[in-house]
């Protein structure tokens, strides 16, 4: 992260920080649900509106359990009635955000893992003038698409950030688990992994079938027993990418990019060495309170370049830190 870019998110932090008023540990719909949150004992006086977050999460994704809980908290902050939707189907997700548009929401936050399906409905967003937020894929896509921030991390950088990482502590055959195929911001992950240490293998698996994860991984590191390292992409696969370890008698090390509850106790357990950390829960705080701030008085955050969120390590050094926060789901 440079400079420019720490100094950019310790302001919006700080600002955060002075705006919360309380944050929520209850649990939600599954992800494929689109559902509605109303705001009531919201921390400002401003009239109410209605805001609309659509991911591109596939059902049962912690992950994105994290960055919906950020939201509703901001949701409750600003009076605001979130109403959120998935699908990781890139039609259907941009399907969903038109939806939205026709409601004639206030404001949309939304992720661009396939930019190209999601580029026609986030154009009649903006032709609509209903500010779009992006949030945690498609960063380098935001000014390209009109949207008014940016909310995540930069996936090639992060990429790297993990190969310089395990090449130092001597990989030499790593694997790189890609769990949804043709997500821009999975396959940049990888790509910045390989990018530091040519020798890394892909491997494609269905994110939505965890159990033929498990089935994959154990297949792939029996056959490729020189296999020293394997990286997940998401906390879910990874602790089933350990299992499948486990299970071929690998003596391969794991890492992993994302987190929760689970992921983090594995780390303390010593079972995976470290995670990326992309503070999913601030991310859907931010992406909300965007766009609230944008309503209220016209203001942007990030000068036209995105916002950064991450990546910072969680490792065996400081993962007690987080460990509390990541249980209660809101880290």
């Known amino acids: 992260m440079t400079a420019r870019s720490a100094m950019k998110l310790a302001a919006i932090g700080a600002a955060t920080a002075l705006a919360i008023t309380g944050c929520s ?8 649900e689109t559902s509605s949150s109303s705001a009531g004992g919201g921390g400002v006086s401003t009239p109410s509106m209605t805001v609309a977050l659509v991911t591109h999460s596939g059902p049962g994704d912690t992950f994105w359990d994290i960055v919906r809980k950020g939201a509703e908290t901001a949701a409750k902050t600003y009076n605001i009635k979130l109403e959120y939707s998935a699908d990781p189907d890139g039609t259907k997700q ?40 992006g949030v945690n894929s498609g960063s380098d896509k935001a000014k390209e698409f009109g949207l008014i921030g940016f909310f995540g991390q930069p996936e090639k950088t992060a990429g790297e950030a993990v190969g310089d990482r395990i090449k130092a502590a001597g990989a030499t055959n790593p694997l790189c688990i890609i769990h949804e195929q043709g997500n821009v911001g999975l396959e940049d992950r990888c790509a910045g992994v390989k990018e530091k240490v040519p020798s890394t293998q892909i491997l494609y698996v269905d994110g939505k079938n965890l159990p033929n994860i498990v089935t994959n991984v154990q297949a792939k590191l029996s056959q490729s027993k020189n296999i020293d390292w394997v990286i997940g992409l998401n906390a ?27 992921l983090v106790k594995a780390i303390q357990d010593g079972k995976i060495e470290f995670a990326i950390d992309q503070q999913p829960w601030l991310q859907g705080y931010l992406a909300v309170q965007a766009i609230w701030l944008y309503k209220y008085n016209g203001s942007t955050v990030g000068g036209g370049s995105p916002t950064l969120t991450g990546p910072a390590f969680i490792d065996k050094t400081n993962v007690d830190a987080v460990a509390k926060y990541a249980a209660e789901g809101i880290r």
């Open 236 to 262: 879910d696969v990874t602790l089933n990418a350990l299992k499948g370890r486990d299970g071929a008698g690998s003596k391969a090390k794991i890492g992993t990019f994302d987190t929760n509850g689970d």
């Open 94 to 133: 941009a399907a969903l955000v038109q939806a939205a548009v026709d409601k004639k929401v206030a404001g949309v936050a939304t992720t661009l893992g396939k930019p190209d399906a999601m580029k026609g409905a986030v154009a009649n967003a903006v032709k609509a003038k209903i500010p779009v937020v």
């Open 25 to 32: 540990s209850s649990g939600g719909k599954k992800a494929t």
